[in-house]
């Protein structure tokens, strides 16, 4: 099958590719590298030290003899995205190329504004350039768990059948998202639903929890391959950021009681959800809702496991909670479904001390990258204005101004949002 991953030189989208391609797929990577811009925005790095997405691609292609093609350029750029649809004709399209995480949303009334169009439009691009160049094309969509927030009842997968004043329907899932960025995610899926109902595209909404890990059996081949971690109070997501927090000596930082609760899932599991997603695709005119994730944990309980298991590896771990920065239930009902892509064939790798020992030694390996400084959260909800900048010490100030650039991303940071280029890998 031939398969274009929108956003595949980041975390979930690099190792999907290799996953796809090493499953015999015909795979090309769309990416404008916007993400390893924020890096640099935020004075963040990746705990892991990744290589431009050329040198990638040629390491892939010699260690494996399989080419993965790439176009460089910006899904909200209609022409280029249309352009690279007409050029590869794929038969599936995922897409994971969006701003994901939700304190960047909420850092000021720019990021904000900058999450909903990146988004918004690099999805409604891509539901206009299927519709035109390639409308049988099958479209998986990387959806959140955080569309449906947390309400006091089961959630269902994308729909919910309801009785009212003596009548019946199925109708999308009540949506309640917690951040700017989320609420992203929520139009994203009322304008995929409305376009298989108007113009019949077939689409999978995959609604995923929170993933963690970094290694997959393909990213694992070699040092060049190695995926983002991120740690950052921005970026970092929390079993991520509690394992280098572990592994540096510095304590957990649960926010406030840490009763949410959330989805999550391995990110060995993320692309085999999608490899199952391309390979039973929608029926022409069909929405389908996926709930991708394997287990729900609290924030306390997985703070617990990590406490646990870098005792066993001799680390002495404490945990802080911190008044949380977010506007969230911190105690809740939960209980969300996610039994269709089970049936599907997922296996699921459940979280073990062997995982989290494993990310702990990654943590420890790379541990002299890692900034203590950027645990702390630094972006409050209830802010419309958060100065990430002004709350940094002054060595991160200094360097904010003067960014170092390593491996290729000046070069990504100068080209982003300029024209596409395409290359084979
Ligand atoms: P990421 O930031 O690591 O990767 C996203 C990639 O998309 C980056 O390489 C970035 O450069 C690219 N991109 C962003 N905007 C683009 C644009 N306009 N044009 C071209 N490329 C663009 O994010 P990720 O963690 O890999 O997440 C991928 C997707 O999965 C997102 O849609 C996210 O919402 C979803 N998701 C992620 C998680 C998680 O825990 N990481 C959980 C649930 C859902
Ligand atoms: N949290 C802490 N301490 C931390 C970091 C987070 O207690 O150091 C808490 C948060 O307050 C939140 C929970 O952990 O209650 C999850 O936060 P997160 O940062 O791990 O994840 P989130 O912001 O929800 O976003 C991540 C991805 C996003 C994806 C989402 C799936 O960045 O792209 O959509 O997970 S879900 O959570 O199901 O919406």
Redesign the pocket.
């Known amino acids: 099958m031939k398969i274009a991953v ?8 690099w190792a999907t590719a290799l996953y796809l391609s090493n499953q015999g797929h015909s795979v090309a990577i ?7 811009q924020w890096d640099h925005e935020l004075n963040a790095q990746t705990l892991t030290p990744i290589r431009p997405l050329s040198d990638r691609l040629r390491v892939w292609q010699s260690l494996t003899g399989k080419t993965i093609e790439s176009f460089y ?4 750029d209609y022409e280029f995205l249309a352009a690279t649809i007409c050029d590869f004709e794929p038969d599936a399209v995922v897409h ?5 995480s939700a304190p960047y949303s909420m850092i000021d009334r720019n990021h904000a504004v900058f999450t909903q169009v ?1 988004n918004v439009v ?1 999805t409604l691009n891509l539901l206009f350039a299927l519709r035109e160049h390639r409308p049988d094309c099958h479209l998986v969509k ?4 955080g569309e449906y927030g947390t309400p006091n009842i089961d959630i269902e997968e994308g729909y919910i059948a309801i009785e009212h004043n003596g009548r019946k329907d199925v109708l999308p899932f009540p949506k309640q998202p917690g951040s700017f960025y989320h609420l992203s ?1 929520v139009h994203d899926s009322h304008n995929i639903m409305f376009t298989c109902k108007i113009w019949g595209l077939r689409a999978t909404d995959l609604n ?4 963690y890990g970094t290694m997959t059996d393909e990213t694992a081949m070699d040092e060049a391959l190695i995926n ?1 971690f991120d740690y950052d109070d921005v ?1 970092g ?1 929390v079993l991520n950021r509690f394992c280098i927090q572990a592994a540096i000596g510095q304590p957990l930082t649960v926010y406030g009681k840490g009763g949410q609760t959330r989805g999550f899932l391995d990110i060995r599991d993320t692309v085999r959800c999608i490899e199952i997603a391309c390979d039973n695709p929608a029926g022409r005119g069909e929405c389908r809702v996926y709930n991708q994730f394997t287990e729900q944990f609290c924030v306390r309980d997985l703070a617990d496991m990590v406490v646990a298991a870098g005792r066993k590896m001799g680390l002495s771990v404490d945990i802080d909670h911190l008044q949380d920065p977010r506007v969230e239930a911190e105690d809740h009902y939960y209980n969300a479904k996610h039994s269709k892509l089970i049936e599907l064939g997922l296996q699921p790798h459940y979280l073990s001390d062997s995982l989290l020992d494993s990310l702990m030694n990654i943590a420890i390996k790379y541990k002299d990258r890692v900034d203590a400084s950027l645990m702390f959260p630094q972006v409050n909800w209830r802010e419309p204005r958060n100065d990430r900048r002004l709350q940094m010490g002054k060595t991160a100030r200094t360097s904010l101004a003067a960014p170092r650039f390593e491996n290729g991303a000046a070069e990504s940071l100068v080209r982003a949002r300029t024209k596409s280029v395409r290359s084979k890998g």
């Not at 350029?73 to 909200?76: H, I, N």
Request: glycine share 22%; proline share 0%.
């Open positions: 929108l956003g595949g030189d980041g975390y979930c989208g769309v990416d404008n590298f916007v993400r390893r350029g910006d899904v909200c994971f190329a969006e701003q994901r990146n690099g990387l959806g959140t768990m995610k995923q929890g929170v993933v983002r970026f997501t």
